[in-house]
């Protein structure tokens, strides 16, 4: 008796190569294209979020303010300068804080400091951060009774940030001493200090 045997021929074996290649292919791009997607998604979420975290200092940098607060109106960009606010991200007890957009690819930039003066001098020592690039808008408006700032924060392509402060203290900071009972006074007026602990 004679026994058949079954093999692939060479057509066959060439046919199954071509569909595994173009089904590897079409895998392949469609992985491509998600992993494209999920960057996206990832760099949208990113500036997003720094953003937001950019809002709620600015937010944190007013709500710790005294009145002192001025805006200047006349560039394309408003600038924000807060002579005095307990709250600080370097560190410091009161801190001068201002908030600008720099040219160069419209930075929006938070400098800290003691007391400086824009623009800066070289003996001046000041944290600078980059809050967000690209932004097409920074307005903030001050109420008539300074108690109310409305801030407006628009990055490229983004949906603009839209806050309002209320309640601001119209008050300077109280320099706080503290006595030999450990208690904490607020004076009204700031004192010297001339080395003297007496």
């Known amino acids: 008796m004679n026994k058949k045997k079954s093999a692939f021929t060479l057509i066959e074996i060439l046919i199954s190569v071509t569909l595994l290649s173009l089904v ?3 895998l392949y791009q ?3 294209t998600l992993r494209k997607s999920n960057l996206h998604l990832f760099e949208y979420i990113e500036q ?5 975290k950019g809002s709620k200092t600015l937010y944190r940098d007013l709500m710790h ?5 001025s805006i200047n109106t006349d560039e394309k960009f408003h600038r924000l300068t807060i002579n005095k606010t307990t709250h600080s991200i370097h560190g410091l007890s009161q801190a001068k804080v201002v908030w600008l957009v720099y040219k160069e690819e419209n930075t929006l930039l938070r400098l800290e400091g003691g007391k400086y003066s824009i623009p800066l001098k070289n003996e001046e020592q000041v944290e600078i951060d980059v809050i967000s690039k690209n932004i097409e808008l920074f307005r903030v ?5 300074k108690s109310k700032i409305l801030a407006i924060i628009k990055i490229k392509n983004r949906d603009a940030q839209i806050f309002m402060t209320q309640n601001l203290p119209l008050k300077p900071i109280a320099s706080r001493e503290s006595n030999r009972s450990g208690v904490i006074k607020g ?3 700031p004192e010297i200090n001339n080395g003297n602990n007496n």
């Open 24 to 26: 590897l292919m079409a």
């Open 30 to 32: 469609s992985a491509d």
């Open 48 to 52: 997003s979020s720094h953003t937001l």
């Open 65 to 69: 303010s005294d009145h002192n607060i």
């Open 141 to 145: 408006y001050k109420s008539k009774k």
């Open 187 to 189: 004076n009204s007026k």
